[in-house]
């Protein structure tokens, strides 16, 4: 168990070991719940988004175009040379 002092402003830091167990580094994001016991539980907050958001990441500058059926062949191409 990890100890943490609070400070005059009511602020704590958690350590570099607490954070990476958590799996977040400098501008990630935390959530804090409260527990009815009195506890709370500190989990990495994990971004939300919609689907569509997906494609910007498949998105070339001035890249080919490729239609569905040129995808499911190079799918295809890539899983028949796997072995």
């Known amino acids: 168990m990890a100890t943490l002092t609070v400070t005059a402003k009511g602020q704590i830091t958690l350590r570099k070991d ?6 977040v580094k400098a501008g990630d994001k935390i959530d804090i719940d409260k527990r009815p016991d009195g506890r709370i539980e500190v989990v990495a907050a994990r971004r939300t988004g919609r689907i569509s958001d997906v494609f910007d990441l498949l998105k070339r500058e001035n890249g ?18 796997e072995g």
Do not use: Y
Request: aromatic letters at 4%; charged letters at 15%; proline letters at 4%.
């Open 64 to 81: 080919p175009t490729l239609s569905l059926e040129d995808m499911n062949r190079i799918a295809s191409e890539g899983w028949a040379n």
């Open 18 to 23: 607490l954070l990476a167990h958590l799996g």
